[in-house]
């Protein structure tokens, strides 16, 4: 690639944030570019940021079915799926699965609590229900 | 944990009040290069990605990240740091602590030391990132250079210019759990400035091993990494279901660990390539100089993959797999003829 082609089409998913990307320059020497950014780069951060948005709308109608719980909805927001939520919150996954249920979820202990809403850098309010906005 | 002599030998080192920031590509070759840098033992970042043998491709599909199988365009976190370590004859400390507070205790009482310190951290917690980039990635490298009130001030290599972030976020960031959790790790050159100019030159000798170390892996006799890991890859691709939104996954995550993960391009090649005139010119190994120029546009056909695959991603062009998989396996045939090349030189 050559200075001249580094691209700069600007890429939404860096918010302004230029990268740095190293192509051939003046006698052939090869030294870093600021690029704004690549559009099949945005294309692919998109999909990858779009497939937990997914998943946490699909919760959030879950949640609202009474078919869930707010727990699930959040692992989601925050960008986990169950193995880095177990991981993170060092919960084993069925434990984690079972208090999706709303009904056991809603008995769940302070302390319990705590753990799951530090683990998601939420606090335990936040945790205890749906966000009236969907979050972007 | 540490030695207790160590802050012994270094009673002349003055407090950081500026630290010379560069802009990189990648992060682990970013900070180090940045870190030896400011002790004394001036490093590009390519020379620093390159002795640390850092370009590489592996394919486990057996481990699964927020679901999607591990590939990389890279060697393993930490491999650079130790790469650069061995090849310069600098030694680091490198700490790890069970509880938060000791991590940020130790970070402070370092930095109060006039310590400029490397630390491993979660993106996910960095708050300065843009809000699409932050994911649960554990390994991300970042150069600490001072404190001011309950802010600390950052020299992150992706980033343009340096950052500050709140005291409590970098906590987190640095212990945050699940894979390749950091547990606080901090690292930094263990000699004093003068010991580091001793070692300033890099030998054609340490160039080559770590030319051969890339080689070795990129050609290795299993399935999982190099070029055989490519074409496995590509095999795999060939069989997916254009209908399956899972195939569109699939490409997708394997494009942005090419482009988007702070690779500089090209999956890390065009970043060798630089390594590699660099190595030429100041390693005086003239032959580098044309396995610069070749791996560069190798490089352009990593991009020509990734826009391929973008553009199938958006739905622009129609899916197509086994295309998809051609293009990889095009691009595993070059870099196996580029690399027994490479090695054959070297030899």
């Given at each position: ?83 880095t939520?177990?991981q993170s ?48 | ?26 992060c ?37 990240i927020q ?10 976190p930490r ?40 630390l491993q951290t979660s993106v996910f917690w960095l ?8 994911f649960h990635f554990n390994a991300h490298n ?30 987190r960031a640095r212990f945050a759990k699940g894979m390749l959790e950091p547990k606080g790790l ?162």
């Amino acid at each position: 690639m050559d200075i001249h082609d580094v691209p700069q089409e600007g890429n939404a998913t860096l918010a302004g944030l230029r990268k740095a990307v190293y192509a051939r320059g003046a006698d052939n020497r090869i030294v870093t570019v600021a690029s704004a950014g690549w559009e099949v780069e945005e294309i692919v951060t998109q999909q990858a940021a779009d497939i937990f948005s997914d998943y946490a709308a699909a919760a959030r109608k879950r949640v609202e079915a009474g078919e869930s719980s707010p727990l699930e909805y959040w692992m989601y927001a925050r960008r986990m799926d169950l193995a880095t939520f177990a991981q993170s919150s060092g919960i084993w996954r069925w434990r984690i699965r079972r208090h999706f249920q709303p009904a056991r979820f809603v008995r769940l202990n302070p302390t319990l609590l705590d753990r799951y809403a530090y683990a998601l850098g939420i606090s335990r309010q936040t945790l205890c229900q749906l966000p009236r906005d969907e979050l972007k | 944990m540490y030695p207790a002599d160590i802050n012994q030998t270094e009673k002349n080192l003055t407090p950081a009040t500026s630290f010379a920031h560069r802009h990189a590509a990648h992060c682990e070759s970013g900070s180090v290069a940045n870190l030896l840098s400011h002790y004394g033992r001036p490093l590009s970042e390519p020379m620093a990605f390159g002795l640390g043998s850092g370009l590489s491709f592996a394919y486990l599909n057996f481990i699964r990240i927020q679901e999607m199988p591990l590939i990389a365009y890279r060697a393993p976190p930490r491999g650079i740091i130790k790469g650069v370590s061995a090849s310069l004859g600098i030694p680091f400390q490198v700490e790890r602590f069970r509880s938060p507070s000791a991590g940020t205790a130790r970070l402070d009482a370092l930095l109060d030391q006039g310590r400029v310190v490397g630390l491993q951290t979660s993106v996910f917690w960095l708050p300065y990132f843009p809000e699409d980039m932050r994911f649960h990635f554990n390994a991300h490298n970042l150069v600490v250079y001072g404190r001011e009130g309950d802010d600390y001030l950052i020299s992150d290599p992706v980033f343009e210019h340096p950052v500050r972030c709140p005291r409590a976020d970098l906590e987190r960031a640095r212990f945050a759990k699940g894979m390749l959790e950091p547990k606080g790790l901090l690292y930094y050159p263990r000699a004093a400035t003068q010991a580091l100019q001793l070692n300033q030159v890099v030998t054609p000798d340490n160039i080559t091993r770590s030319i051969r170390r890339v080689a070795r892996t990129m050609l290795a006799p299993v399935p999982i990494v190099g070029t055989r890991g490519m074409r496995w890859l590509a095999r795999r691709i060939a069989r997916l279901d254009p209908k399956d939104a899972a195939t569109s996954r699939l490409i997708g995550h394997i494009v942005r660990m090419q482009e988007e993960i702070g690779t500089g391009g090209g999956g890390f090649r065009f970043l060798y390539a630089a390594f590699l005139q660099e190595a030429a010119e100041s390693g005086s190994m003239p032959v580098l100089a044309e396995f610069s120029a070749r791996l560069l546009d190798i490089g352009d056909e990593w991009r020509a993959f990734a826009l391929a695959s973008a553009r199938m991603v958006k739905g622009r062009d129609a899916f197509d797999p086994p295309a998809i998989a051609a293009l990889l396996s095009a691009q595993a045939d070059r870099e196996a003829v580029f690399f027994r090349d490479l090695r054959r030189a070297l030899a």
